[in-house]
C-alpha cells in the first residue's frame, strides 16, 4: 500500500468522522428544541409527575403554565424551576390556580390561560381523584365531585379553546391524558 493510499482511507476516515459528530449535533439540538417556545399547560403541576414534566419542559425552553391548587407551592416550584435552569434558555413559567371540583372556576381559569399566551401547544392533565371505597358507600355529592375532577374539568378546559374563545385554530394542539 503506497502512502496515497493512506492519506486517501485517513481523509475519508476523518471525513465520515466529522459528518457523524455533526449529525449528532444537530439530533441534540432538535431534541433540546422540540418544545422551544410551545404553550405547555399543566393541571397539578404540584404532583410528583407534574414536578418532572415541568422541570422537563422548562429546560426544553416551553413557555410553560403551571396549574395546581396551592398558590404557595405554585409559587415555590416556579423559583424552583428559574433557579435551576439558564434564563437565557428559559421563559418564567405563569401560575394558575386550578382546583377542578370548583367548576363554576373553570371559564374564569380559561380567561387566564388565555391572558397568558392566547394559546395551547400542549396539554397535559396530571390531576385527578382517586376514591378508595365501595361504591355504595358513596355520597351522590362525592360522586359528582369525582366526575367533576376526572371528567367534566378537563373536558371543559379543552372545549374552552372554542366555547371561551382559546384561539388554537391556526396551531397544532396536542392533548395528552
Not at 459528518?19 to 404532583?47: E, P, Q
Not at 381523584?129 to 355529592?141: D, G, I, N, R, T
Not at 367534566?152 to 374552552?160: A, D, H, N, W
Amino acid at each position: 500500500m503506497d502512502v496515497a493510499s493512506v492519506w486517501l482511507a485517513l481523509s475519508v476516515v476523518a471525513v465520515a468522522a466529522g459528518v457523524f459528530y455533526l449529525y449528532s449535533l444537530i439530533l441534540r439540538h432538535l431534541a433540546k428544541t422540540t418544545v422551544r417556545n410551545k404553550v405547555v399547560l399543566i393541571t397539578d403541576s404540584l404532583s410528583t409527575l407534574g414536578n418532572e414534566c415541568a422541570q422537563l419542559f422548562h429546560t426544553g425552553g416551553a413557555r410553560l403554565i403551571l396549574c395546581g391548587s396551592n398558590w404557595e407551592k405554585l409559587e415555590t416550584l416556579a423559583e424552583r424551576l428559574m433557579t435551576e435552569s439558564d434564563p437565557a434558555l428559559t421563559f418564567p413559567p405563569k401560575l394558575v390556580e386550578l382546583d377542578f371540583s370548583n367548576m363554576e372556576s373553570v371559564p374564569e381559569v380559561i380567561s387566564e390561560i388565555l391572558e397568558c399566551y392566547g394559546c395551547l401547544d400542549v396539554l397535559i392533565f396530571n390531576s385527578s381523584m382517586k376514591v378508595k371505597a365501595p361504591v355504595q358507600c358513596l355520597s351522590l355529592e362525592m360522586d359528582r365531585i369525582v366526575m367533576d375532577v376526572n371528567y367534566f374539568g378537563p373536558i371543559t378546559l379543552v372545549k374552552g379553546k372554542t366555547k371561551y374563545g382559546l384561539d388554537t385554530s391556526n396551531r397544532y394542539t396536542d392533548t395528552l391524558l
